[in-house]
């Protein structure tokens, strides 16, 4: 079975970066396009960043400038590097891959449980 597997949240003080990584493993095909999300308490689940297969970005206009999005196509990933972090960016970030299990012919979308990300002030 697919799985998306993150890592790298952690508590940080306001201006840090952190950097979040996301591994889609198991039965792997093909990765098309993959995301960032986060969700806050209290608040609707917000697009962060969208990479194409392509490997071209896109971000929410809450983290232009200071968030950045790659991918690694060999090791089946995704990341965001944050910078300059600030107490609204807290919450809870989720990655979105949308995945071609092998040996089958449509793709369906995976979600990862979530890191939580704390930025105290």
């Known amino acids: 079975q697919v799985q998306l597997v993150e890592s790298g949240g952690d508590l940080v003080q306001a201006g840090r970066s952190l950097r979040l990584s996301c591994e889609v493993l198991?039965?792997?095909?093909?990765?098309?396009?993959m995301a960032w999300y986060r969700q806050a308490p209290g608040k609707q689940r917000e697009l962060v960043a969208k990479?194409?297969?392509?490997?071209?970005?896109e971000f929410g206009d809450s983290v232009k400038g200071r968030f950045t999005c790659y991918r690694d196509d060999y090791k089946d990933a995704i990341y965001l590097q944050m910078y300059n972090l600030e107490p609204e960016d807290t919450g809870t970030y989720l990655c979105?891959?949308?995945?071609?299990?092998?040996?089958?012919?449509?793709?369906?979308?995976?979600w990862s449980q979530g890191t939580q990300v704390n930025v105290r002030a």
């Open positions: 979105e891959a949308n995945v071609r299990q092998e040996f089958t012919y449509s793709s369906d979308t995976y």
């Open positions: 198991g039965p792997v095909g093909d990765v098309y396009d």
């Open positions: 990479i194409t297969e392509g490997g071209i970005p």
